[in-house]
């Protein structure tokens, strides 16, 4: 069992900036992937960012949307992911989400809200 706890999220002006941590803590495997996910109000939930645990800093994806805006990072020996956002538009409004898994497991954070809103 992970249980993944989020933190970070908050009301933003536009062209502003956030930090989104997620912990992991449990039964985590050496080898996983964690990311942020996002969903807005009638929309599905779309990935927003992932990196994996691999040495050199990980893999790493983003949404056409969110490049050279969002950063992902990590820390392995603390599983911790950070999402770092900057030049946020209303368009980022949404909850967003933390996700991990591996091999044979995939869990998912309770979501924090982000608003960019003048």
């Known amino acids: 069992q992970v249980h993944l706890v989020e933190s970070g999220g908050g009301l933003v002006q536009p062209g502003g900036s956030l930090r989104l941590s997620c912990a992991a803590y449990?039964?985590?495997?050496?080898?996983?992937?964690m990311g942020w996910y996002r969903q807005a109000p009638g929309k599905e939930r779309e990935l927003v960012a992932r990196?994996?645990?691999?040495?050199?800093?990980?893999?790493?994806n983003y949404a056409d949307s969110v490049k050279g805006r969002f950063t992902i990072s990590r820390d392995n020996a603390k599983n911790v992911v950070w999402l770092q956002m900057n030049s946020l538009t209303p368009e980022d409004t949404a909850v967003y989400y933390c996700?991990?898994?591996?091999?044979?497991?995939?869990?998912w954070g309770q979501g924090t809200q982000v608003t960019v809103s003048s």
């Open positions: 990196i994996t645990s691999g040495g050199s800093g990980g893999m790493t």
């Open positions: 449990g039964s985590i495997f050496s080898i996983n992937t």
């Open positions: 996700n991990y898994y591996d091999m044979s497991d995939d869990y």
